[in-house]
C-alpha cells in the first residue's frame, strides 16, 4: 500500500471538512493548524515527488461523486493541482456502467498498468462518494541486477515446499545492517539519482516476519553501514487492494464516514457529503534494471566475505519505497511478501 497516497487524499478531505469532520482528520495526521497553507504543503511535496527526471511517478487519485453533487470550481481547482486529485460526477445508478468508468479512467492514467480497482459490487444503493487511488511509479536501479546472473533456482517457502522461480544476484557496495534486537537484516537499494531508495527488511528467524510487523517504526529508523554484500532477490510483483474506512475508523476518523459528515463547503448546495469508500490499489513489480510500481518476494543477502553465507529464512520480508529529501523521508509504499514470483 502507498501511505504517501492516503496522506495526501486524506490532506485533501482535511481542507474540505468542517468541525469535527476535519478535527478527527487533522489529529490523525498531525496536520498544521492554518488551514490556508495545506495546499501549498501538498503541492510542494508532489511536485517534488512527481518532477524529477530520474524516475516516473504518477499520483492517481479521483473523486468519485453521484451525479447530483456538485463542487465549486475553485475546489476542483484546488484538488487537481495541489492534491493531485481529481473530481467527476457518476451515475452510480447504472453500477456496471459507473464502475467500468472508474476503471477505464485508472487504466489511462497509469499506462495500463493497473485495471479493475473497482467492481460494480462495490456500488452500494446509496452511495454518495467514493475516493480512489493507484499510484504508477517506474524507476532504475542505480546498481542493477546483470541479466546474466538470473537463473532458475528452487526457493524455499515457508511450509518447507520448494518451488523453481527466476533469482537475480549481484554483488556490489549497498547500505547494509543487521538488528539483533529487531532480529532482521536491512539492505538498501537505491534508483537512478540517489532520492528515492527500496529497503528490503528480512527477518533473521524462521517465521518472524509477524514479530517484525509490530517495530517498524524501529525498522524505518535503522541505520546502515556502506559495505559490499552479496544480493539474491527473485523476480517478483506484489498487488494490493486495500479499503481503508475501517483501518481509519480505528485510528479516529469516523464522521467523515457518516451522514453528519460535514463537507458542505466544497459544494454549491451546501449539502452534507459523507465519503463511503476509500481504496487503494498498487502493484510492485521487481526487475533486474529496477521497479514498475503499478503502492518482494523472499530475499536473501550476505555480507560477501569468505566465510559468510546466504540467509533463507522462510520466504518472506517487508518493503520499503522511500523519497528522501531535505533531512524529510516520505513513505511512497510498503509492501510485505505474499507476491507472485516470476518463473519464465
Not at 182 to 190: H, M, Y
Request: glycine content about 4%.
Amino acid at each position: 500500500m502507498s501511505p504517501f497516497l492516503l496522506h495526501t487524499s486524506l490532506g485533501f478531505m482535511y481542507y474540505c471538512g468542517k468541525d469535527a469532520t476535519a478535527e478527527q482528520i487533522s489529529n490523525v495526521l498531525f496536520l498544521p493548524n492554518r488551514r490556508n497553507k495545506i495546499p501549498e504543503v501538498f503541492m510542494n511535496r508532489l511536485n517534488s515527488l512527481v518532477g524529477s527526471t530520474e524516475h516516473i511517478l504518477k499520483n492517481v487519485s479521483m473523486l468519485c461523486l453521484k451525479h447530483d453533487c456538485k463542487i465549486k470550481d475553485i475546489y476542483r481547482k484546488i484538488a487537481s493541482e495541489c492534491f493531485g486529485v481529481d473530481i467527476c460526477n457518476i451515475d452510480f445508478e447504472d453500477k456496471k456502467g459507473s464502475a467500468k468508468e472508474i476503471n477505464n479512467w485508472i487504466v489511462v492514467k497509469t499506462q495500463k498498468t493497473i485495471k479493475d480497482v473497482i467492481d460494480e459490487t462495490d456500488i452500494t444503493q446509496h452511495i454518495r462518494a467514493i475516493l480512489i487511488n493507484a499510484m504508477y511509479f517506474q524507476g532504475q536501479w542505480r546498481l542493477e541486477f546483470p541479466f546474466g546472473n538470473t537463473e532458475k533456482k528452487y526457493f524455499f517457502l515457508e511450509n518447507s515446499e520448494k518451488i523453481l522461480t527466476l533469482m537475480m544476484e549481484v554483488t556490489d557496495y549497498f547500505n547494509y545492517s543487521e538488528n539483533e534486537s529487531l532480529q532482521a537484516q536491512f539492505l538498501e537499494i537505491p534508483y537512478e539519482g540517489n532520492l528515492i531508495n527500496m529497503t528490503l527488511v528480512l527477518p533473521i528467524v524462521k517465521n518472524g516476519l509477524s514479530a517484525l510487523e509490530d517495530h517498524l517504526e524501529a525498522a524505518l529508523c535503522q541505520s546502515h553501514c556502506y559495505q559490499p554484500v552479496h544480493v539474491i532477490i527473485p523476480k517478483f510483483k506484489v498487488q494490493t487492494t486495500v479499503e481503508f474506512i475501517p483501518m481509519l475508523r480505528k485510528m479516529g476518523i469516523s464522521d467523515a464516514f457518516k451522514n453528519k459528515a460535514d463537507f458542505s463547503q466544497v459544494g454549491n448546495d451546501g449539502k452534507r457529503l459523507p465519503i463511503n469508500s476509500v481504496i487503494q490499489k498498487t502493484q510492485l513489480l521487481v526487475e533486474e534494471n529496477g521497479t514498475i510500481m503499478k503502492p518482494p518476494s523472499t530475499a536473501a543477502f550476505s555480507k560477501h566475505e569468505e566465510s559468510s553465507h546466504i540467509l533463507m529464512p522462510d520466504g518472506k520480508l517487508i518493503a520499503f519505497l522511500y523519497f528522501e529529501s531535505l533531512n524529510q523521508v516520505t513513505i511512497i509504499a510498503v509492501a510485505k511478501q505474499n507476491a507472485e514470483m516470476e518463473d519464465s
